[in-house]
């Protein structure tokens, strides 16, 4: 056989194996995308060294035993203590959602994304923290079992924080959870207060994975909260709903105008909330909550790194103010994000305007603000944000590597109208705001929308930063917006799309024929905004 020959029949064989190897991708592709139509809301943190330099340590612990160490502090209800934590098991719960880790890790990603836009990262173990060689100074253990707490004389209870820690000044905080409680009452005040206490939201069809994983993943959040210094004041309607049935003594604040209803916060007491408000969706901190736990806590520093915000007012935003903490003595801005993407351009810090301390530092105070009109944004105008527009904005400091544990603390962000005055609510991550409660629909990062040929439009555009460069690619559909950005701090990033394969690699998706890229650093997160259609999928839970 000639060399001819043999060169053809290779290249018939790697031609018939490529279209084999096609087809079966794409039936996988496709059978996924049939199989979970609807992705879930999803912390978009787009540098996971960010996420792991977050001072504040969420435990969510799931003991196998039942553990008697952890600190017996006094509860309501039939269970007189806090200790000890039973054992998790989903088989003492339910049966047909999946396994106990599968449950656990449901419940993670709720209580991650509740806490996605603060300075707090949300950990899921089966070890008691206590126990680590070396555990975190600034930590907060919720420790959650199967058991159940209450009857249908003393009523039920879901979970309760060991007190209300107001500006959160305890360092080492503890919480627990009684999960069994949700077979007993899925919801509403119960016995002996009157009311519904079973509603089904969590049996029948409503028995899912999903279900549970936000019923049981909102009492932890809630109770969290309360050892960050929320109270259910907070939350809690003025007066309380006639059903379920609820203690009046608790009533709070109404809503920002613009907001949500109380239900779709974490914050009201337990016996405000049917079966169905815990269970059926993700309910998020509202408004109020969220300045409270800014303060508190310190807000995400991708806020100000790289972030999609939304205006969630009916206002159009002419300005926006960010109030931060330093150890510096001065801050000078190294980078900003100038593309299309924000409706302002050349931020400016006012400060250090006096000291704060936090958690035990001494801080200097200052603002960074966004007000000079950038001419590429057109919604409406540039320097205008219009109502419920989502945009960008991301800075970079001289000195400061956001790697670094609390290397700035982010307390307030507010946008302001024309005329400088405040605007009520402050602008949240996109699909995270206080007026918006919807479930994004968005594929997952690696799986491109099935229509995108025919509804959908490409974009690859290029930002060039002065630290930092950055490839995005932005897939827009008629229902949602999938933004799958790769970072890399390389100085040719421009060339990257033409590089072959050396060293460190990385798959890239932004080149159409799926390219291996070098990058110095890469990090590939899908930001998961723009249209939602339905209600948010949140839950949670309280002590009543």
């Given at each position: 056989m000639s060399r001819r020959e043999i060169l053809s029949r290779r290249l018939k064989w790697s031609a018939a194996r490529y279209r084999v190897i096609v087809v079966v991708l794409t039936f996988v592709l496709t059978a996924l995308a049939l199989?979970?139509?609807?992705?879930?809301?999803?912390?978009?943190?787009?540098?996971?060294?960010?996420?792991?330099?977050?001072?504040?340590?969420?435990?969510?612990?799931?003991?196998?035993?039942?553990?008697?160490?952890?600190?017996?502090?006094?509860?309501?209800?039939?269970?007189?203590?806090?200790?000890?934590?039973?054992?998790?098991?989903?088989?003492?719960?339910?049966?047909?959602?999946?396994?106990?880790?599968?449950?656990?890790?449901?419940?993670?990603?709720?209580?991650?994304?509740?806490?996605?836009?603060?300075?707090?990262?949300?950990?899921?173990?089966?070890?008691?923290?206590?126990?680590?060689?070396?555990?975190?100074?600034?930590?907060?253990?919720?420790?959650?079992?199967?058991?159940?707490?209450?009857?249908?004389?003393?009523?039920?209870?879901?979970?309760?924080?060991?007190?209300?820690?107001?500006?959160?000044?305890?360092?080492?905080?503890?919480?627990?959870?009684?999960?069994?409680?949700?077979?007993?009452?899925?919801?509403?005040?119960?016995?002996?207060?009157?009311?519904?206490?079973?509603?089904?939201?969590?049996?029948?069809?409503?028995?899912?994975?999903?279900?549970?994983?936000?019923?049981?993943?909102?009492?932890?959040?809630?109770?969290?909260?309360?050892?960050?210094?929320?109270?259910?004041?907070?939350?809690d309607p003025p007066p309380c709903p006639a059903t379920p049935v609820c203690d009046n003594t608790q009533g709070g604040p109404a809503p920002t105008p613009g907001e949500d209803a109380y239900y779709q916060h974490l914050m009201p007491a337990g016996y405000n909330l049917t079966g169905s408000q815990r269970a059926d969706y993700r309910r998020h901190f509202s408004n109020r909550t969220y300045g409270l736990l800014a303060t508190n806590v310190g807000l995400s520093v991708e806020t100000m790194h790289n972030w999609n915000l939304v205006n969630p007012n009916a206002e159009s935003g002419s300005s926006l103010a960010i109030d931060f903490l330093s150890t510096l003595p001065t801050v000078t801005i190294s980078w900003f994000y100038n593309g299309n993407l924000s409706p302002w351009l050349n931020p400016t810090?006012?400060?250090?305007?006096?000291?704060?301390?936090?958690?035990?530092?001494?801080?200097?105070?200052?603002?960074?603000?966004?007000?000079?009109?950038?001419?590429?944004?057109?919604?409406?105008?540039?320097?205008?944000?219009?109502?419920?527009?989502?945009?960008h904005i991301g800075t970079t400091f001289m000195g400061v590597d956001f790697d670094t544990p609390d290397p700035i603390i982010i307390q307030d962000v507010t946008l302001f109208d024309a005329s400088s005055s405040p605007l009520a609510l402050h602008p949240r991550l996109a699909g995270y705001d206080a007026g918006t409660v919807a479930r994004a629909i968005c594929p997952p990062a690696w799986n491109m929308p099935r229509n995108l040929s025919a509804a959908g439009r490409r974009r690859l555009v290029m930002e060039k930063g002065l630290r930092e460069k950055r490839l995005r690619r932005e897939i827009t559909t008629p229902r949602s917006t999938c933004i799958i950005q790769l970072r890399t701090q390389s100085r040719y990033a421009s060339s990257l799309l033409r590089r072959e394969p050396t060293g460190r690699q990385a798959r890239s998706l932004v080149s159409p024929r799926s390219r291996w890229v070098p990058m110095r650093r890469f990090h590939l997160v899908a930001h998961r905004f723009a249209s939602f259609s339905g209600r948010e999928r949140v839950s949670s839970t309280v002590s009543p």
């Open positions: 199989a979970t139509p609807a992705c879930a809301q999803t912390c978009p943190t787009e540098d996971p060294g960010i996420n792991a330099a977050k001072n504040n340590y969420l435990y969510l612990y799931f003991p196998t035993a039942a553990d008697s160490t952890f600190p017996a502090y006094a509860t309501q209800g039939t269970l007189t203590s806090a200790s000890p934590v039973a054992a998790f098991d989903v088989s003492a719960l339910t049966t047909g959602i999946g396994t106990s880790a599968q449950l656990i890790d449901a419940i993670q990603s709720v209580v991650a994304d509740d806490y996605c836009e603060f300075n707090v990262q949300v950990l899921a173990t089966t070890t008691n923290p206590a126990t680590l060689s070396s555990p975190p100074a600034q930590r907060v253990t919720v420790g959650i079992g199967d058991d159940v707490n209450g009857d249908s004389t003393q009523g039920y209870y879901w979970g309760q924080a060991q007190e209300v820690d107001t500006g959160n000044t305890i360092a080492v905080d503890f919480a627990r959870v009684w999960a069994g409680t949700y077979t007993a009452c899925d919801g509403g005040a119960g016995p002996p207060a009157g009311g519904p206490c079973t509603t089904g939201a969590l049996t029948g069809a409503n028995n899912t994975l999903e279900h549970w994983a936000q019923a049981i993943g909102g009492t932890a959040a809630h109770e969290a909260g309360h050892t960050y210094g929320l109270a259910h004041t907070d939350d810090i006012n400060g250090p305007s006096g000291t704060a301390v936090f958690q035990g530092t001494t801080y200097n105070k200052f603002t960074i603000t966004w007000s000079s009109p950038n001419p590429a944004w057109s919604n409406p105008s540039p320097g205008v944000v219009g109502g419920g527009v989502q945009f």
